[in-house]
């Protein structure tokens, strides 16, 4: 029998044994795949568990005889959810299963959308505009899951007008768009810098999706990756300039790995720009990276610039 998990975590899948020891929960036995939209979700899952784990934009092809979801409001935004269910629903597995974070009738609502008409296939994908100084706006399209989606990050922006004030004239430069979402900082910055080359990196499935599709929409050339520790080694020390816009859920922990891809992927003199709504967290952080910090304000946001040491650190 095969099933097809989707929406779980390495967590959900562990059972805790007496003497403190994990194991994978009865209930997940079988030929079972686990689906994640972060690759960072795909590893921690590889990691714990004899469960194979795929990490894709997209619900991989059956036939399916179980689809298990877990889902809720804490869990993925509500457009998300519609939006897997649908896949689910066009994958026709022979049972659903719905296992559901939340209220009963926030379950039986969000059932009956996907009901309603199984005949009608949604479009959740969003057109949306966002522009720096100087240049005519970019029109960008996000898809349920990617940052950001339906609107543009107002840290993202003032990133974005900042890199790209700080470089206007400095071209042809190599530019690393870490956490890129759907390449809101690093198109913006192209399109107002010429002779940028950008490479971009996320760990979302859907937000490489979204950046692969701007980029194809904006006629630009980039590298997408999708990655959770940093770009490949082979980038190491061949990038002008940096920039990322952390997520700071996890405290600084994604912070720290961003600022440790940036200071390997820069060349020595090599700027990394980050950005966050109060630097008196984030500088001490960047501060353990780099020789010393400047901290420009923009929108309402901090951006935190450093320059890599010119000679080995
Ligand atoms: C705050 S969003 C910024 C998106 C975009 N740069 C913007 O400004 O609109 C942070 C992004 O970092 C990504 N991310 C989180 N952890 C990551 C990791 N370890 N490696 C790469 N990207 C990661 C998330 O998927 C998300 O797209």
Redesign the pocket.
Known sequence: MKTLLVGYRAQDLFERGRRGKTSTAAWVDGDVTCHTL?I?HRHAIEKAHHVKAVCSAHLPEGPWDVVKFKTGPKLMSGELALDLLQEIHLLKPRRFELDYEGRERDRNDLLAKIKDDPARVRDFSAKWKASVPGIAPLEFTSVPG???HRR??E???A?AEVVSRELRGKGPLRLL?????????GFLVAAAVPGVSLVM????AR?VEAANMNARNFGVEAEVIL????TPARMDGTFDVFA????YYSDYR?AE??LETARRALKPGGVCYT?VKNEAGLKPVQDRYFPSTEVLHRRGYAVLKSVRAASAE
């Open positions: 972060d960072y990617c940052f950001c543009r990050d840290g993202g922006l990133l768009d870490m956490g890129c979402g759907c390449g809101l900082v990196v996320d760990s979302h937000a990655a959770d520790g940093g990322g816009n952390p997520p994604i790995i961003f950005v």
